[in-house]
């Protein structure tokens, strides 16, 4: 079966920094990765996701992801963070042919000004 | 347009009672799914139901929970006999086609507390 491994649980960083939170996955089959975000009080809302192709992906407010199947991970960067990045962050994957996600522990990201 | 939106935003409950929580997907949208928030075990997927096919209820963690679909539209989480282990933020999502092309949206949740 497939698992998510988040290594970092909360990441303080300061304003206007880099940022990068930490994924790897574990799968015997190809999968589809995905980095969620979750707002204080809010619902899931996906930032980025990798199918095929280009193993850097692109997503909303500023985030990126380099896939490394040798390394099985999917980090997600950020260049410059902003105190309205802070939030929960979930790496997931979906098996290819499956329905479902399988989602890490979550990231907790603390920007300080 | 309209999000997934879940009723009750917040249920608290007494340990052995019942349960209904609703999911109302996106108008359109043909696959939902439950998954639940909780702090021992994260996120994990419970149930998918996709158009007329049977559902994919290999997520759900004992018989004591159950879902079903009406319509192809509206969804009912139902939870018999509860236990102060179910107290988590239980989310829908709802997905045009067949994930992973089409995203999955996800609605604010349903906080449960069993106490």
């Known amino acids: 079966a497939q698992s998510v491994t988040q290594l970092d649980s909360q990441v303080p960083v300061f304003e206007e920094a880099p940022v990068e939170l930490r994924c790897n996955y574990s799968?015997?089959?190809?999968?589809?990765l995905f980095w969620y975000v979750q707002y204080p009080n809010q619902g899931l809302q996906l930032l980025l996701k990798?199918?095929?192709?280009?193993?850097l992906v692109k997503g909303i407010n500023g985030f990126e992801a380099e896939f490394n199947k040798s390394q099985t991970s999917f980090h997600l960067r950020k260049p410059s963070v902003h105190i309205s990045d802070t939030a929960e962050y979930f790496c997931a994957v979906a098996l290819s042919g499956a329905q479902k996600l399988v989602f890490g522990q979550g990231t907790r990201l603390t920007i300080n000004p | 347009g309209a999000g997934v939106s879940q009723s009750p935003s917040n249920k608290v409950t007494e340990k052995g009672k019942d349960v209904e929580l609703r999911c109302d997907p996106i108008?359109?949208?043909?696959?939902l799914y439950w998954y639940r928030q909780s702090l021992g075990q994260g996120l994990e997927f419970l149930i998918y139901f996709q158009g007329n096919s049977a559902p994919d209820k290999s997520g759900l963690p004992s018989d004591r929970f159950s879902a079903e679909r009406t319509g192809g539209s509206v969804s009912t989480l139902t939870i018999q006999r509860t236990q102060q282990e179910d107290s988590a933020v239980y989310l829908c999502a709802s997905s045009p086609r067949r994930f992973p092309h089409y995203e999955q949206f996800f609605g604010p949740g349903t906080r449960l507390t069993v106490l």
């Open positions: 108008s359109g949208h043909t696959a």
């Open positions: 799968s015997s089959v190809s999968v589809y």
């Open positions: 990798y199918l095929s192709g280009s193993t």
